[in-house]
Structures are given as structure tokens and as C-alpha cells.
């Protein structure tokens, strides 16, 4: 069973820095791709990052591009997401994905998320 | 900002179905494969439909997909109390070079 798990999250100042962890299991990692997506409180859904196999192609949303920073291990089926320069509006609950590639390829499956709050 | 728009709401009494419309642009819906997802605040989106019309393994025919131009719609037919959830579409955009997803429509079962 493909499985993707979350940590990371947690309570950050303004200005902070956090980095997310994603744990894949159950497919072969390394010939996918992954994402980060997150939701705000009383928001919609929003697309953060995106990184290839080999990460060959790394794409970002403008509200986090320059600040936050997608990067993958193969060797231990990990994702990660460095967010600097935090700020409240980063507020959300941050789910991974995996996709078969990066444009026409859907979300599947997905994390349970963790939450990252940001706050003085 | 999200780039595909969808009603916000929608509410239905059970049996019945509705329809979530998504519209978006040449960049996106016009030029790309639409996808759709069921979110239930607190746990994991699930994907509903991929490539306009296709349905997971597992996802019952009582949703399906369809695309017309820069729009797409899903489908709901036989609404279950179950099927309370936001919907959300969503499709690659060429010219932001990322994906989009619409703005969300919370389906309630009266």
C-alpha cells in the first residue's frame, strides 16, 4: 500500500524557519514525482512545490518562491520542504503527494498533512 | 489567488445529484487534463477523477467528469451523506508553470 507520513510541522515566530519531512512507503520513490500542497485555515487547497525524478525540474508557487525550498532523498524515500522566512499567511497544514510526473499527471495519494502555525 | 473557479456551495438532499462547475483558462483547463478531490477537513484529499473523466479503482460511478473548452464539471448522482465534502478541480498551468486548484465547492447533504 502506497503510504506518504508527515512531521515536521509546529509553532514557528514570524521570520523562522521549519523543515518538513515526508516518509514514502509502498511504491518506488525514486521514478516519481512529489508535492507539497497546503491549506489554510478556512481555505482552499493551494499548490506549493513540485520536484521531479532526479529533481530535474523543481517548480514553486509564486507566494513561496525565494523562500521555501523542495529537495528529495531517494536513498531513505524522503521529501523535504525547507520554509524560511516565515510568515503568518504560511499558516496551513502542509500535505505531500506523489504523482507519476510533473503538468498532466494527477495527486495519488496523498498524506494525512501536519501543521505549521506561524505566530509571534 | 486561485486561478479556477468554482460555486462555493451546494447543497442537495439525499438521492439527488449535483453538478461542480470549474472554470478556468487557455493556459489551464484549455490546454490540460482536469483532475478532481474530495477533502473532508482534518484528513487526506482523496482523488476522485484524473484526466478529465477517469475514476480511480475503488471510486464509485456515481462521480464522473467531464471537459468542455476552459471549463469541466463533475458529477454526483445518488448523493450520500457520505459524499459531504469540498470539491476541489484542478489542472496544470502553462503560463504560471504550477498547478491550480479551483476555489473549492463545499457539497452539503441536507
Known amino acids: 500500500e502506497m503510504q506518504l507520513v508527515e512531521s515536521g510541522g509546529g509553532l514557528v515566530k514570524p521570520g523562522g524557519s521549519l523543515r518538513l519531512s515526508c516518509a514514502a512507503s509502498?511504491?518506488?520513490?525514486?521514478?516519481?514525482?512529489m508535492n507539497w500542497v497546503r491549506q489554510a485555515p478556512g481555505k482552499g487547497l493551494e499548490w506549493v512545490a513540485s520536484i521531479s525524478w532526479s529533481s530535474t525540474y523543481i517548480y514553486y508557487a509564486d507566494s513561496v518562491k525565494g523562500r521555501f525550498t523542495i529537495s528529495r532523498d531517494d536513498a531513505t524515500n524522503s521529501l523535504y520542504l525547507q520554509m524560511n522566512s516565515l510568515r503568518a499567511d504560511d499558516t496551513a497544514v502542509y500535505y505531500c503527494s506523489t504523482a507519476a510526473g510533473i503538468g498532466n499527471y494527477w495527486f495519488d495519494p496523498w498524506g494525512q498533512g501536519t501543521l505549521v502555525s506561524v505566530s509571534s | 489567488q486561485s486561478v479556477l473557479t468554482q460555486p462555493p456551495s451546494a447543497s442537495v438532499t439525499p438521492g439527488q445529484w449535483v453538478t461542480i462547475s470549474c472554470s478556468g483558462s487557455s493556459s489551464n483547463i484549455g490546454v490540460n487534463t482536469v483532475q478532481w478531490y474530495q477533502h473532508l477537513p482534518g484528513t487526506a484529499p482523496k482523488l476522485l477523477i484524473y484526466?478529465?473523466?477517469q475514476r480511480p479503482s475503488g471510486v464509485p460511478d456515481r462521480f464522473s467528469g467531464s471537459k468542455s473548452g476552459t471549463s469541466a464539471s463533475l458529477a454526483i448522482s445518488g448523493l450520500q451523506s457520505e459524499d459531504e465534502a469540498d470539491y476541489y478541480c484542478?489542472?496544470?498551468?502553462?503560463?504560471?508553470?504550477?498547478?491550480?486548484f479551483g476555489t473549492g465547492t463545499k457539497v452539503t447533504v441536507l
Open positions: 509502498g511504491f518506488t520513490f525514486s521514478t516519481n514525482c
Open positions: 484542478a489542472a496544470w498551468d502553462n503560463s504560471l508553470k504550477g498547478y491550480v
Open positions: 484526466n478529465n473523466y
